[in-house]
């Protein structure tokens, strides 16, 4: 008997379209590389890029079908695709479903360590529970009466919550940025090769944005801090 508290999270319903789009694109980048391979062999460039996406393609297929999350008296056990963490109930700070925008799955749940660091918890969605955020919430009830965990509030965990929430807003943004730049430098440099000009495209469209993405977040980052000192009650 386990008093409701040993439950397993998988994929056991469809994938998720970004999924199944970044899976389909992988399929496509290797089947044009092998093809060029037979024929007219490879590039440094399309090397690169095969290695990056037989990556995304391997971690799509672990993340869908490898990767659970597990929950008994002990704990909370998640498998990801390269790796297995545990954190025993006393660890535990809490367990919360938040959105996420432009993304599938929209509802996804996420444990919080005492330390304020959060883990996806895989497959505790929308797209495989039918009401994820009842779902966590029964959860959390019932470690409590089980006298697993006690979830209390503290300030210290909340404002690092915060902190790291405004820091991968930052970085977010940042990568759009750079994607932005990413396009300015793939137009530069048609516009270099059109006029018969020297060519540096490994500089423009891979140098000039993994320079500027740096720039970008730490910019974007005491950006929000500094909006977020302003909204804050103490601040005069």
Same mark, same amino acid.
């Given at each position: 008997?386990?008093?409701?508290?040993? =439950?397993?999270?998988?994929?056991?319903?469809?994938?998720?379209?970004? %999924?199944? !789009?970044?899976?389909?694109?992988?399929?496509?980048?290797?089947?044009?590389?092998?093809?060029?391979? +037979?024929?007219?062999?490879? !590039?440094?460039?399309?090397?690169?890029?095969?290695?990056?996406?037989?990556?995304?393609?391997?971690?799509? &297929?672990?993340?869908?079908?490898?990767?659970? !999350?597990?929950?008994?008296?002990?704990?909370?056990?998640?498998?990801?695709?390269?790796?297995?963490?545990?954190?025993?109930?006393?660890?535990?700070?809490?367990?919360?479903?938040?959105?996420?925008?432009?993304? %599938?799955?929209?509802?996804?749940?996420?444990?919080?360590?005492?330390?304020?660091?959060?883990? =996806?918890?895989?497959?505790?969605?929308?797209?495989?529970?039918? $009401?994820?955020?009842?779902? $966590?919430?029964?959860?959390?009830?019932?470690? &409590?009466?089980?006298?697993?965990? +006690?979830?209390?509030?503290?300030?210290?965990?909340?404002?690092?919550?915060?902190?790291?929430?405004?820091?991968?807003?930052?970085?977010?943004?940042?990568?759009?940025?750079?994607?932005?730049?990413?396009?300015?430098?793939?137009?530069?440099?048609?516009?270099?090769?059109?006029?018969?000009?020297?060519?540096?495209?490994?500089?423009?469209?891979?140098?000039?944005?993994?320079?500027?993405?740096? &720039?970008? #977040?730490? #910019?974007?980052?005491?950006?929000?801090?500094?909006?977020?000192?302003?909204? +804050?009650?103490?601040? $005069?």
């Amino acid at each position: 008997m386990n008093d409701g508290i040993e =439950r397993e999270y998988r994929r056991h319903r469809g994938v998720p379209a970004a %999924s199944v !789009t970044l899976g389909a694109v992988a399929v496509l980048v290797v089947v044009t590389a092998l093809n060029s391979l +037979s024929s007219t062999g490879l !590039t440094n460039w399309q090397v690169l890029v095969l290695v990056l996406w037989l990556f995304i393609g391997g971690r799509v &297929v672990l993340e869908q079908w490898w990767a659970r !999350t597990f929950v008994t008296a002990d704990g909370v056990t998640v498998r990801g695709p390269l790796r297995t963490r545990t954190w025993a109930w006393a660890d535990v700070y809490g367990i919360r479903v938040e959105e996420v925008r432009r993304g %599938s799955p929209r509802w996804q749940a996420y444990l919080y360590g005492g330390d304020g660091r959060r883990v =996806r918890l895989h497959h505790l969605d929308e797209l495989q529970v039918d $009401a994820p955020a009842d779902e $966590a919430a029964d959860l959390c009830a019932t470690a &409590v009466r089980l006298g697993l965990a +006690s979830f209390g509030t503290r300030p210290e965990v909340e404002e690092r919550i915060l902190r790291d929430a405004r820091r991968r807003t930052a970085g977010q943004r940042a990568l759009l940025a750079d994607l932005v730049v990413v396009v300015a430098m793939f137009v530069l440099d048609g516009w270099v090769i059109f006029t018969d000009r020297p060519t540096h495209s490994y500089l423009l469209l891979v140098g000039v944005p993994l320079l500027c993405l740096p &720039v970008f #977040f730490l #910019f974007l980052d005491r950006l929000g801090e500094t909006f977020a000192d302003r909204r +804050s009650p103490d601040h $005069a």
